[in-house]
């Protein structure tokens, strides 16, 4: 039963032919024309996904994951080679594609499942579920262009999540929405692998190394790399850094992750008289602009780490001036998982009895990084002033690193216990 | 798990169909995509349908308002102001806007389904790209809207009928009969059409340039009769020659239904449909790539 379903492609390879008059492209449906030029959008590609399996396909901007996942899913023609394919496909590549924003929810809800291929009972029957799953509550009768991104895209999925389909593609979408709805997208991606194949497109390592069993790295419409998602990403990575070694570069990797650290940025709330410690990371602060954080190195051995494991001895080292007079400066810092949680920080003032002196210097930090979950972290740095307790300079994702780890399958960190004991029924079993 | 091989979604059945392949497959397929997924036509059918007047404070009852306001204003144009020859023929003056009102509900069917199908496709850009969607439905889709329109126009017509004519107007229920290849025909035309239209996007203007004169070398305002005999086997090559003038012989002029004419009109009808169907499947494969 389930040797049947599976989704063979074989040498697949997509052309874009450019032509100057979109007319050509109509009589080259007929007959052979030569295009003004030829783009290979993917060549000479194999992929084989079985039940139980998820595929993950990374790569940059315009590497032709997309390409792969539309080729899949029949909706373009393959230039090269063929796919073969047992059972039905649901192809996510767009949440809310076809959508009307004259219509409500519910009427969204009905023609997109009927997209999918439900008939208007089975709709009916899992229209509750798909109300709960997407949580948007009355908004359901609502026209969706009253809808926010999020409610769109949750109802989006929603109903993606409730169609019978052996075979998912899914293209980039676990990006969206908040906290929340992106667990509960992870988490049906997780269930539906035990009952069908999924093959991912992200080019979130995080999302890649959490869900799938495969991944294949895609440069260039062309295959560099295949096997367990964490040789793939530590391939894909080192790729990325030799490349350029721009911040720009990193941020592209987890383009997800600056965007949410940004909206941690808020705009200042009014002053309270709560003691503003430098460690508070959660206070929202307005830097002066008169100090300078320049740019700030996190190692391990001497060598610059971006893909840690846990239990390293790392040092991050801090290099500011401060541009002013009369400042008594602190330098501190606060490590922040994707979502913009603050994990752990420290500052000058643990190490050196009062603030530094002098107007620029650095500052390094030496400590053992804790085992954390698999995904992206940054350094969120700040440089204060004692005296005025004014912020002169912030440096929100002054180092970004990658935590390749399966030590943790719940909570936000983990420790090597050093010591434990079993007593059961009053008798000591362990040590 | 038992998984039918034709299922839309089977991509095999896209992606691998060998192009311009004639014979059975080429007969049964072109209503594959209606008889496997109605519930998808039925809904999107309704979109479609809804979406023009959807938000208005009216909403479908302008569906019912359009025609009645349209035949108002023809009346007056060409049955008051400009004598038309169906007054001496016609035994009721009010009948006059009626057959007015028989030529410009089938004309206008067909003038819907040709004006809108260069640009359906690319209305529906997210079904060519971002999702798996049988895109031959989408000209079943057109073709059915503005059947439906055509109907609520018909159901009109019959009422007026009965009013008029003060007994109940039985020969109403050719005017289906006659419209059904009509409709298979233009299911093809529509193909063509939007085929092309995704392709080069000058033939949705070009239409709107036409479609005026296709109303005027249109027997709609005059009977095929006033028509010289010189020109008048060039109006039996126009589609709704046949249609129109079938149409109003039946409701107001006690005619009985020319089945030869009728045969062969089906005949053509089937030809264009087929035809149709060939080019769009040969045509489609390229959509994502122009969209």
Sequence with gaps: ???????????????????????????????????????????????????????????RNGSGKSTLLSLLAGILKPTTG???????????????????????????????????????????????????????????????????????????????????????????????????????????????????????????????????????????????????????????????????????????????????????????????????????FEAEVTPTGSGRIGPCTLSARGEPLRSAKGGEDVLLRIPYSIGQHGCEPIVGFALRDRMGTAVFGADSTEFA???????????????????????AYTIDVRLVDAASGACLATRPDAVLFQVLSRHISAGMASVAPSAASLVVDGERLVP | MDIDPSLPHDVTNLAGRPSGRLGLDGLVSPFGSLLRSPELFRRVLLRDLESTFRGSVLGLLWIVLIPLVMVALYTFVFGVVLKSAWVAQSTSPLEVPLIYFTGLTISGFFLEVINRAPNFIRQHTSYVKKVIFPLD?????????????????????????????????????????????????????????????????????ALTIISPVIMFVTPVFYSLDQVPEVARGAYLVNPLTFVLEQARAILFFGAGVDWAGYAGYWVAAVIVFWLGFQFFSRARSGFADVI
């Design chain 1, 82 to 280: 063929s796919v073969e394919m047992r059972g039905r496909v649901a192809a996510l590549l767009e949440l809310g594609a076809g959508f009307h924003p004259d219509f409500t929810g519910r009427e969204n809800a009905y023609l997109s499942a009927a997209v999918f291929g439900l008939s208007g009972e089975e709709v009916e029957k899992r229209l509750p579920s798909i109300e709960e799953f997407a949580g948007i509550g009355d908004f359901i009768d609502r026209p969706v262009r009253q809808y926010s991104s999020g409610m769109y895209a949750r109802l989006a999925f929603a109903v993606a999540a409730h169609v019978d389909a052996d075979i998912l593609l899914v293209d980039e979408i676990l990006g969206v929405g908040d906290v929340r709805f992106q667990q509960r997208c992870a988490q049906f991606i997780r269930d539906f692998r035990r009952r069908g194949a999924v093959v991912l497109v992200s080019h979130s390592e995080e999302t890649v190394l959490a869900l799938c069993d495969s991944a294949v790295w895609l440069a260039d419409g062309v295959e560099q790399a295949r096997g367990t998602p964490r040789e793939v990403m530590y391939l894909y990575q080192q790729s990325l850094r030799r490349q350029s070694g721009s911040l720009e570069e990193e941020f592209e990797v987890a383009g997800e992750l600056t965007s949410s650290a940004a909206e941690r940025w808020r705009p200042a709330e009014p002053e309270t008289d709560r003691p503003r410690g430098l460690l508070d």
């Design chain 1, 1 to 59: 039963m389930s040797s049947e379903l599976r989704l063979v492609a074989r040498n697949l390879g997509k052309r874009y032919d450019l032509f100057r008059k979109p007319a050509a492209h109509l009589v080259k449906q007929f007959v052979d024309v030569r295009p003004a030029r030829e783009h290979w959008a993917l060549r000479n590609l194999d992929l084989e996904v079985a039940r139980g399996e998820c595929i993950g396909i990374v790569g």
């Design chain 2, 137 to 205: 439905l989408l000209d079943w889709v057109l073709v059915g809207t503005a059947l439906v329109k055509l109907a609520i126009s018909f159901i009109l017509l019959a009422a007026f009928l009965a009013i008029v004519e003060q007994r109940l107007p039985l020969e109403v229920i050719w005017v289906p009969v006659l419209v059904v290849p009509l409709a298979v025909m233009l299911v093809g035309v529509a193909w063509i059409l939007s085929a092309i239209g995704t392709y080069v996007r000058d033939l949705g203007h």
């Design chain 1, 353 to 375: 009895s009062g603030p530094l002196d002098g107007e620029a210097g650095e500052v390094e930090f030496g400590f053992f990084l804790p085992y954390l979950p698999s995904g």
